[in-house]
């Protein structure tokens, strides 16, 4: 049986190998959630050990995590390229097609996966799928008109909810913007299509579909061990 003791076990131990990845002088994208957390406390080790590296990160928290542990963080506006992003997933399919956005980060990361040289994705086993779209998908709107945003989602035949703070306020991005959870009764024959739909929409930003974007995939399993793919 599987604990949460040994979800975060895999998750140490694939932060732990992708931290293997990095050389100083590089610039490193921080992706933001559990996971990436586990990464970046690994490169905190590995810079108190004499590692020299710059990173650029897609949320205040990983930011001020990094910061706290002696990396030098960046605006991504002063920097001109990333060697390398890592990030978790939510899910992620045999074609390394993902669901991100958990966290509410996913169009900061898709930013910094697409500047990157690589990006690569650590996860524990419980985030592989057959196929994408088993978990919910997040979609970034605007605050104006988003009512009239929401509605068209539907029309287009998805059900989902606002996003929520604990104390039942409408969650906010760190551009400002709301979350539209969509849940799938099944996943769809063609992620592809569905993006395409959604972000026509006027008023949504982006989807937390990220298609060919993942390089190198640490996968952690619950016994510490790891496998990249």
């Known amino acids: 049986m599987k604990t949460q003791d040994s979800h975060q076990n895999a998750k140490i131990a694939a932060g ?5 990845m990095i050389d100083t002088g590089m610039i490193v994208g921080l992706g933001t959630g559990s996971t990436a957390e586990c990464f970046i406390d690994s490169l905190i080790l590995k810079s108190k050990q004499g590692l020299r590296i710059k990173a650029v990160a897609s949320s205040r928290a990983s930011a001020e995590r990094a910061k706290k542990g002696g990396i030098e963080v960046e605006d991504i506006n002063s920097v001109p390229r990333i060697d390398i992003t890592v ?3 939510d899910e992620i399919d045999l074609r390394k097609r993902m669901i991100k956005g958990g966290g509410g980060a996913h169009v900061r ?4 996966a697409c500047a990157s040289d690589e990006m690569v994705v650590i996860v524990d086993e419980s ?20 009512p009239a945003t929401r509605l068209k989602i539907e029309m287009l035949g998805h059900k989902g909810k606002w996003r929520l703070n604990q104390n039942g306020t409408l969650f906010l991005t760190e551009n400002g913007n709301l979350i539209f959870d969509i849940s799938f009764d099944s996943p769809p024959a063609s992620p592809e299509k569905v993006h395409e739909s959604l972000i026509r929409v006027p008023g949504v930003v982006d989807t937390g579909f990220f298609f060919n974007l993942a390089g190198r995939v640490v996968v952690g399993h619950e016994d510490g061990s790891v496998e990249i793919r």
């Not at 732990?16 to 293997?20: D, I």
């Not at 990361?109 to 910094?112: A, D, G, P, T, V």
């Open 16 to 20: 732990q190998k992708a931290a293997e």
């Open 87 to 89: 990030d978790g997933a």
């Open 109 to 112: 990361e898709k930013i910094l």
């Open 127 to 146: 985030k592989l799928v057959e196929t994408v779209g088993t978990r919910k998908l997040p979609v970034e709107v605007i605050f104006f008109g988003s």
